[in-house]
Every structure is written in C-alpha cells, then in structure tokens.
C-alpha cells in the first residue's frame, strides 16, 4: 500500500491551500486517517483525524481553519486550510492506522512523503 500526499505551496497568511492524500493498495479512508506536520526544529504534531465513521479530531491551534474529510470512492483524504498563519508552516503528512477502525490508539502504520506548506506573513 501507499499514500502519496500533494497540494502544499507557498502562500500568504491568510490564504487557504487544500491538501490531498490519495491511497492505493488498501481502501484506507474506510478506516482511520489522519494529517500530521512537522516544522524544523519541531516535533511532529497531530493535526486533524478522521475514523471509519467521520469522528474527527483536531489540534487545538487548527481548529475552526482546518477541515478534514474524505472520499471513500476515491480513498483520499483532504485537508483544507483557511485563514492560514505563518506557524502553520511546515511539512504536512497524511498518515493511516489501517485497519484501525477508531484513532484512539493512533498505531500510524502508513506514511505519505510529505507536501511543503509555507506560510509568509
């Protein structure tokens, strides 16, 4: 199985950038997915989640900026951004608990390679 993450760009505080992680091999999006992100220097942190059932999770900082959703005929994951800041940039990664159908254990088996956001202010 892979996942293969897209969308990133530059911006400007403010805008809005709509990320994409498509999955093959497995129907991923049927279970648990989820965006990540890492800024240099940084540790990986836990931005949105979303279970089998549409149950989703966020950070703190993200919430009510960031939407995440999904597309079980086309087993992708999305998630828009709005109202983007300058501390929201870094390298975002779509990640699956597969098969897991809820997030709480958060075993993150499955990893994209990462799409750059940058964010200037």
């Known amino acids: 199985g892979q996942l293969v993450d897209s969308g990133g760009d530059s911006v400007q505080a403010g805008g809005s950038l709509r990320l994409s992680c498509v999955g093959s091999?497995?129907?991923?999006?049927?279970?648990?997915m989820g965006w990540f992100r890492q800024a240099p220097g940084k540790e990986r942190e836990e931005v949105a989640t979303?279970?089998?059932?549409?149950?989703?999770t966020y950070l703190d900082s993200v919430k009510g900026r960031f939407t995440i959703t999904k597309d079980n005929m086309k087993n992708t994951l999305y998630l828009q951004m709005n109202s983007l800041k300058s501390e929201d940039t870094a390298m975002y990664y779509c990640?699956?608990?597969?098969?897991?159908?809820?997030?709480?254990?958060?075993?993150?088996?499955?990893w994209g390679q990462g799409t750059q956001v940058t964010v200037s202010s």
């Open positions: 979303i279970d089998r059932d549409g149950t989703t």
């Open positions: 091999g497995y129907p991923y999006t049927k279970y648990c």
């Open positions: 990640s699956a608990d597969y098969p897991s159908t809820y997030c709480a254990l958060g075993n993150w088996n499955f």
